[in-house]
């Protein structure tokens, strides 16, 4: 059974984007932004190789995900959670879909020659929303 509030699942689809925070080396914290995909279980998004995020993952697998409401900025989402896998997505198979799911096109045309493309797989562990109350009549 899934963490996330049924109230706020409509968030884990396009267009929102989630800001990923990861534990940095020193034990500094990262955060940026990731396309993703929620499955009803876990949440999965990709990310280039040589990036610093997937170097923290793999020290640290905890992870935690902010969501905001693309048209409501109040009305938010934090996971908490950790890092099962992270996979290679070698023929852009997962970078691909995500793109489409976002842009209606495949990321061919953003991939760097020869970029290496790794997927992320987050099981939530905790989630806490906001909506905020409806303004009084």
Do not use: C
Request: hydrophobic residues 40%; aromatic residues 8%.
């Amino acid at each position: 059974m899934s963490v996330i509030p049924t109230s706020l699942t409509t968030l884990l689809h396009p267009p929102a984007l989630a800001y990923v925070a990861t534990i940095g080396p020193k034990g500094e914290p990262q955060v940026s932004p990731v396309l993703f995909a929620w499955d009803g279980e876990h949440l999965r998004f990709s990310m280039n190789r040589l990036r610093q995020k997937r170097r923290n993952l793999e020290r640290d697998p905890r992870i935690a995900l902010s969501v905001t409401d693309p048209n409501d900025p109040f009305r938010t989402l934090e996971i908490r959670g950790i890092v099962i896998r992270i996979e290679n997505d070698e023929h852009y198979e997962f970078i691909n879909r995500i793109s489409e799911m976002y842009f209606g096109h495949d990321a061919s045309a953003d991939l760097l020659p020869g970029e290496e493309r790794v997927t992320v797989v987050v099981e939530p562990h905790k989630a806490f929303g906001f909506t905020p109350a409806a303004p009084a009549t």
